[in-house]
């Protein structure tokens, strides 16, 4: 994942409510407009619970399928 990528998804969970799990965060941006590369990488987090979003930006593959 790329700064600019770190910083979409940060900007994409602003405000979220954590611990959350994958789906919780997916349903989070898509409902504050996350742009489709960000929701991409959003998808592709491992299914689990988040403690914050420094933990999902570590969590995020390289390079999201």
Same mark, same amino acid.
């Given at each position: 994942?790329?700064?600019s990528d !770190?910083?979409? &998804?940060?900007? @994409?969970?602003q405000g979220a409510d954590f611990p959350?799990?994958? !789906?919780?965060? &997916?349903?989070? @941006?898509?409902e504050r407009g996350a742009d489709a590369k960000t929701m991409l990488a959003l998808r592709a987090l491992p299914e689990g619970t988040y403690d914050n979003s420094d933990q999902v930006e570590s969590a995020v593959p390289q390079q999201p399928a």
């Open positions: 994942m790329t700064d !770190e910083r979409r &998804v940060r900007k @994409a969970l959350a799990t994958k !789906e919780q965060l &997916v349903d989070y @941006a898509q």
